[in-house]
C-alpha cells in the first residue's frame, strides 16, 4: 500500500484537546454530529501514521458487515481492510488513552453512559468504498458514538474517499467529509446514514464506536 509523506497537522498539543472535547459535546447537543478539520494532537495523528507506515497490509483483513457471513455481500457493501487496535502498540495506546478522555468528557457533560470503546485501523485501497450504512439499530445495538479520525496527509479534491453524512433518514443530499490528515468526525451512530465514496487512491483513518453496558441477568457485556 502507499502511504503518502507526513505533512504537520498543526501545533494543537494534548492539552488542546479540551477545547475540542467541549466544540464536539456543544455539536452533539444541537445537531448529533461533529466535524473538525485539524482536530487530532499532532503527536496523536503523527504517532498513528507512523505506526501504519510500520504495518503490512498482511495485519489487514477483509472487514464484516454485522451478523452477514456472506463475503460476496460483503464485498458490495463495503471494500475496506480493517485492524483492530487492542493496545498493543504505542501509537494504539496514545489512542485509546486519547479517546477515553474523550469518552470521560463526554459522559460528565452529557450523561452519556459511554460505558466501552472499540476501534479499528481502515484501509481503503483505490476504488474502495462502503455503501450507504448505519452505525446501530435503535434496540439492537449498543453502538452509541462513531468517531473517525483521518490520516491522510495531502488529499486533493478530486481524491473522493468522503464520508458523506446525511442528516435525515432517506435524504439524498449529505455533509461531505474530506478524509484529510487530523480530521476528526464524530456522529450518534444509530441516527445518521452515511457512506463513503470510491477513493481513487490509498485511504487510511481510524474508527471508533464508544458503547454503553448492556449487560442483563441473563447475557453478560462484553462476554466474561
Ligand atoms: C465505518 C465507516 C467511515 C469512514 O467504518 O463504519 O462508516 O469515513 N467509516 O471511514
Ligand atoms: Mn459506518
Known amino acids: 500500500m502507499t502511504i503518502a509523506p507526513r505533512e504537520?497537522?498543526?501545533d494543537n498539543t494534548d492539552a488542546d484537546s479540551d477545547q475540542l472535547f467541549a466544540r464536539i459535546a456543544d455539536d452533539l447537543l444541537a445537531k448529533g454530529y461533529s466535524i473538525n478539520p485539524c482536530a487530532l494532537p499532532a503527536g496523536l495523528a503523527d504517532d498513528l501514521l507512523l505506526h501504519l507506515h510500520a504495518m503490512s497490509e498482511r495485519q489487514f483483513a477483509p472487514a464484516g458487515i454485522g451478523?452477514?457471513?456472506?463475503q460476496v455481500l460483503n464485498r458490495l457493501v463495503r471494500?475496506?481492510?480493517?485492524?483492530?487496535?487492542?493496545?498493543?502498540?504505542?501509537?494504539?495506546?496514545?489512542w485509546l488513552d486519547w479517546t477515553s478522555r474523550l469518552q470521560s468528557y463526554l459522559n460528565y457533560r452529557l450523561f452519556l453512559g459511554l460505558f466501552s470503546f472499540?476501534?479499528?485501523?481502515a484501509h481503503y485501497a483505490e476504488g474502495a468504498f462502503y455503501r450507504r450504512h448505519l452505525d446501530a439499530f435503535k434496540g439492537e445495538s449498543n453502538r452509541v458514538l462513531s468517531v473517525v479520525a483521518y490520516l491522510n496527509p495531502g488529499w486533493l479534491p478530486?481524491?473522493?474517499g468522503e464520508l458523506v453524512i446525511y442528516p435525515e433518514t432517506g435524504a439524498t443530499d449529505g455533509i461531505r467529509v474530506t478524509p484529510a490528515f487530523g480530521t476528526l468526525a464524530v456522529f450518534l451512530s444509530e441516527d445518521f446514514e452515511h457512506e463513503v465514496l470510491p477513493?481513487?487512491?490509498d485511504r487510511f483513518s481510524v474508527t471508533g464506536w464508544f458503547r454503553v453496558n448492556s449487560s442483563s441477568a441473563l447475557r453478560a457485556d462484553p462476554p466474561l
Open 8 to 10: 504537520p497537522v498543526g
Open 118 to 121: 472499540e476501534s479499528h485501523f
Open 199 to 201: 477513493t481513487r487512491r
Open 79 to 94: 471494500k475496506d481492510t480493517i485492524c483492530w487496535i487492542t493496545g498493543e502498540s504505542a501509537a494504539g495506546r496514545r
Open 67 to 70: 451478523r452477514e457471513q456472506d
Open 158 to 160: 478530486g481524491d473522493g
